[in-house]
């Protein structure tokens, strides 16, 4: 059986970047950043832009909003080309939008009017979202059901594509798109206890603007073209900062928003992953190793000597557990 490859999801901060590079490092492999802001050039210190080198980072300027779907274009063009020069892709990042996207499938949603996107943005703004999200119930009843009256970004889409096509996107989702999932292994790491997390996205926050975060949006404030509506503005933390700039807020309410942004933006992440299909949890404590594993290291080696070191079902799986077992 030929290997998988190999997908690494989990929460923001839950040292996804730093296994990732060693696993490139180990097995000979590139890393292809699935992350929604780290496609857009001047979002780094605020995007936690990694020092290895990923491909899909700063490909787009802000301005210019990068898709799911485009995401999924370019994230095949790179594994096809990592492949074809004898090393292995490594798919890693917490946009679990973009994930769908690549090993799902795409829905094949026409191409609606931006007018429409901007008409409900600024209904949203004037109305507030859980009102329109009233809309969307009265339409859309299964999406709404699934979302908080307030995650903006999602109810804007449920309702563009409601209003430009006249068919609910709960109806698109229901089709089958062209699924690549059983190419790839699909693990997400995660620590524990959940206070864990919340103390590495606090103490992250804290060397974001130690390095320069509010110097970081203020440049892209400056810029004159940028504004709230574009999505790489509305990412968790230069959204914050941008109304510090703005005068809405002061820098002690800016540092608590964007710490709850954070925290409310793992969560979701989460629960993604908890009804992703044929996924690998991977527990990690304070110090990155592995706690918790579905398979004993007897297991683990009689399994790898079973199906070989490089190749069969889940070898990805034993490898991971490995090093993180000397981490």
Same mark, same amino acid.
């Not at 499938?105 to 209904?123: C, M, Q, S, T, W």
């Not at 809405?248 to 942004?261: G, P, R």
């Given at each position: 059986?030929?290997?998988r490859?190999?997908?690494?999801?989990?929460?923001t901060?839950s040292?996804k970047?730093a296994?990732?590079?060693?696993?490139?490092n180990?097995?000979?492999?590139?890393?292809?950043?699935?992350?929604?802001a780290?496609?857009?050039k001047?979002?780094?210190?605020g995007?936690?832009?990694?020092?290895?080198p990923?491909?899909?980072v700063?490909?787009?300027?802000?301005?210019? *909003?990068?898709t799911? !779907?485009?995401?999924a274009?370019?994230?095949? +063009?790179c594994? #096809? @080309?990592? /492949?074809?020069?004898?090393?292995?892709?490594i798919?890693v990042?917490?946009?679990?939008?973009?994930?769908?996207?690549?090993l799902?499938g795409?829905d094949?949603i026409?191409?609606?009017?931006?007018?429409?996107r901007v008409?409900?943005?600024?209904e949203?703004?004037?109305?507030?979202?859980?009102s329109?999200?009233?809309?969307?119930?009265?339409?859309?009843?299964?999406?709404?059901?699934?979302?908080h009256p307030?995650?903006s970004?999602?109810?804007?889409?449920?309702?563009e594509?409601?209003?430009g096509?006249g068919?609910p996107l709960?109806?698109?989702?229901r089709?089958?798109g062209?699924s690549?999932?059983?190419?790839f292994?699909c693990?997400?790491?995660? *620590?524990?206890?959940? !206070?864990?997390?919340h103390q590495?996205?606090? +103490?992250?926050? #804290? @060397?974001? /603007?130690?390095q320069g975060?509010?110097?970081?949006?203020?440049?892209l404030?400056?810029r004159?073209?940028c504004?709230?509506?574009?999505p790489?503005?509305?990412?968790?933390?230069?959204?914050?900062?941008?109304s510090?700039?703005?005068?809405?807020?002061d820098?002690?309410?800016?540092?608590?928003?964007?710490?709850?942004a954070?925290?409310q933006?793992?969560?979701?992440?989460?629960?993604?992953?908890r009804?992703w299909p044929?996924l690998?949890?991977?527990?990690?404590?304070r110090e990155?190793?592995l706690?918790?594993?579905?398979l004993?290291?007897v297991?683990?080696?009689?399994?790898?000597?079973n199906?070989?070191?490089d190749?069969g079902?889940?070898c990805?799986k034993?490898r991971?557990?490995?090093?993180l077992r000397?981490?």
């Amino acid at each position: 059986m030929a290997e998988r490859l190999l997908a690494l999801m989990g929460p923001t901060a839950s040292g996804k970047s730093a296994l990732a590079e060693k696993l490139a490092n180990e097995y000979d492999g590139e890393l292809i950043s699935v992350d929604s802001a780290l496609v857009y050039k001047g979002l780094s210190i605020g995007a936690a832009k990694p020092d290895y080198p990923h491909h899909l980072v700063h490909i787009r300027e802000p301005i210019d *909003p990068y898709t799911a !779907a485009d995401f999924a274009i370019d994230a095949r +063009a790179c594994i #096809d @080309d990592i /492949l074809a020069r004898g090393r292995r892709p490594i798919l890693v990042g917490g946009s679990m939008l973009y994930f769908r996207a690549l090993l799902q499938g795409l829905d094949n949603i026409p191409a609606i009017d931006p007018e429409i996107r901007v008409a409900i943005e600024r209904e949203g703004r004037e109305c507030g979202w859980p009102s329109l999200h009233q809309q969307l119930a009265a339409v859309d009843p299964v999406l709404a059901g699934k979302l908080h009256p307030n995650h903006s970004q999602r109810i804007c889409r449920a309702l563009e594509v409601y209003r430009g096509t006249g068919v609910p996107l709960s109806d698109w989702q229901r089709a089958d798109g062209d699924s690549i999932a059983d190419q790839f292994e699909c693990i997400a790491l995660c *620590p524990e206890p959940r !206070a864990l997390l919340h103390q590495r996205i606090a +103490a992250r926050l #804290d @060397d974001m /603007l130690e390095q320069g975060l509010i110097d970081e949006v203020r440049t892209l404030w400056e810029r004159g073209d940028c504004h709230t509506d574009l999505p790489a503005i509305r990412a968790v933390g230069y959204r914050q900062v941008w109304s510090l700039l703005e005068g809405e807020i002061d820098a002690i309410t800016c540092h608590e928003k964007i710490l709850a942004a954070t925290r409310q933006l793992a969560k979701r992440q989460l629960t993604w992953l908890r009804s992703w299909p044929d996924l690998t949890w991977m527990t990690t404590n304070r110090e990155g190793r592995l706690v918790q594993s579905p398979l004993t290291t007897v297991e683990v080696v009689n399994s790898a000597e079973n199906t070989g070191s490089d190749s069969g079902h889940a070898c990805w799986k034993h490898r991971i557990e490995e090093m993180l077992r000397n981490f």
